[in-house]
């Protein structure tokens, strides 16, 4: 089977009020995948203000503060999954989706089978 990262886009701004029933419905969503035998890993990112950049120009490498891009949505988590193919990725990004109404990404990654 092939991973596929799937890739969860967040605007920037509050969380939605409901963030708490979003969690427990994420939760619920891995613990499924976890059963399918699906789940790889997840990982939940701090907001781009906390990230640096790491760049070589002309022989030096140089440092940065912020996101490489400046933008309104930014990549908030990710999770790796397990899949026959990218209907079946796709399947596990669309339920994500439904719970919290966030573009997801998915995308195929190099040397898995």
């Known amino acids: 089977m092939k991973q596929y990262l799937l890739s969860v886009y967040q605007p920037?701004?509050?969380p939605p009020a409901d963030l708490d029933r979003i969690m427990r419905e994420v939760e619920a969503w891995?613990?499924?995948m976890k059963?399918?035998?699906?789940?790889v890993f997840t990982g939940r990112l701090h907001a781009?203000?906390?990230?640096t950049v790491v760049r070589l120009r002309d022989d030096e490498?140089?440092?940065t503060d912020g996101p490489?891009?400046?933008?309104?949505?930014?990549v908030g988590g990710f999770t790796v999954v397990r899949a026959a193919d990218?209907?079946?990725a796709l399947e596990w990004a669309a339920a994500f989706t439904r719970i919290a109404?966030?573009?997801v990404e998915v995308r195929p990654m190099l040397g898995e089978d």
């Open 12 to 14: 920037e701004g509050e």
């Open 30 to 32: 891995q613990q499924e």
């Open 35 to 39: 059963a399918a035998g699906a789940w």
């Open 48 to 51: 781009p203000s906390t990230a």
């Open 61 to 63: 490498v140089l440092t």
């Open 68 to 74: 490489f891009a400046e933008g309104k949505e930014y």
């Open 86 to 88: 990218l209907d079946a």
């Open 101 to 103: 109404s966030l573009p």
